[in-house]
């Protein structure tokens, strides 16, 4: 397959084999292509997180003071539903 790309796309291209972790142009297209997929994959995983699991990866669950569960506690639902 030939594929025709812009001049910085090129300098990048050629950075990268200058670099010497590719060998080849087409080897670091592969990489490329793969860490696209990768993070597409995530994406679309973070999509199906509910609010819960984030803000518990950010550690934000738990982290203050206070009742764990105002619902056990009768006082606090005088007038719930009303």
Request: hydrophobic share 35%; charged share 25%; glycine share 8%.
């Amino acid at each position: 397959m030939n594929i025709e790309v812009s001049k910085p796309t090129q300098q990048v291209i050629e950075q990268a084999l200058l670099s010497g972790r590719f060998s080849t142009a087409e080897a670091f297209l592969e990489a490329a292509a793969q860490a696209f997929a990768a993070r597409e994959s995530r994406v679309s995983d973070e999509e199906d997180r509910t609010a819960f699991e984030r803000f518990n990866d950010l550690g934000a669950i738990g982290c203050c003071e206070g009742p764990t569960d105002l619902s056990t506690n009768p006082k606090h639902m005088d007038g719930f539903g009303r």
